[in-house]
């Protein structure tokens, strides 16, 4: 059974015999949907099956937040901006996940690259996002090169802002005291 989960892995979500699915398995959908998506500029044909592959991994797990942002991203790419879908792509991986120590800088940046399209709440959750990112020490480097690739006028504005805020100065209030450090939420309020 090892083995046929290995080969849908790796595979591109599932191991096949003839016409049958055997072991399918979300991750293996998200990998060959990013390979898809790599090229700077990927064609039609590779967004439209690399929206198809993050379908059919949400259909297996549709907790999947790699999926949920890679339709965002998608999104974005057809339409040269964040249209209300993307967004609600976003949002869903927010609501799935807050702070998500493996595509959570990633997630930042496209947040700011796309800030004059998000409503509030998003911005917010990519705000608390940050600044909850800038309390581990790995996710405050993660956090810092997202941060400074930031392009977009208003997005790179913000990603200055948080550079100083949350990264570069650590007595920021919400970091300063432990009884603040200790509280749950209290590093994601201000």
């Given at each position: ?143 810092r090169a997202a941060l400074k690739a930031v392009r977009a ?38």
């Open positions: 059974m090892a083995l046929l989960h290995l080969i849908a892995l790796l595979g591109g979500g599932a191991a096949k015999i003839g016409g049958l699915r055997f072991a399918v398995i979300g991750a293996g959908y998200s990998r060959e949907g990013e390979r898809l998506l790599a090229p700077d500029i990927p064609s039609s044909a590779a967004m439209d099956r690399a929206e198809q592959l993050s379908q059919l991994a949400l259909d297996e797990f549709p907790y999947d937040t790699s999926s949920w942002t890679r339709l965002a991203y998608i999104d974005r790419l057809r339409h040269g901006h964040l249209t209300q879908t993307g967004a609600s792509a976003l949002a869903r991986s927010y609501d799935l996940v807050a702070v998500d120590p493996n595509i959570g800088a990633w997630r930042v940046h496209f947040a700011l690259e796309n800030w004059d399209k998000l409503p509030k709440s998003l911005k917010e959750s990519a705000r608390e996002e940050a600044e909850a990112m800038a309390t581990d020490g790995s996710g405050k480097v993660k956090l006028p208003v997005g790179a504005t913000l990603a200055a802002l948080w550079l100083q805020r949350y990264v570069a100065n650590p007595s920021y209030p919400e970091h300063s005291t432990p009884e603040k450090a200790a509280k749950p939420g209290s590093l994601l309020k201000d």
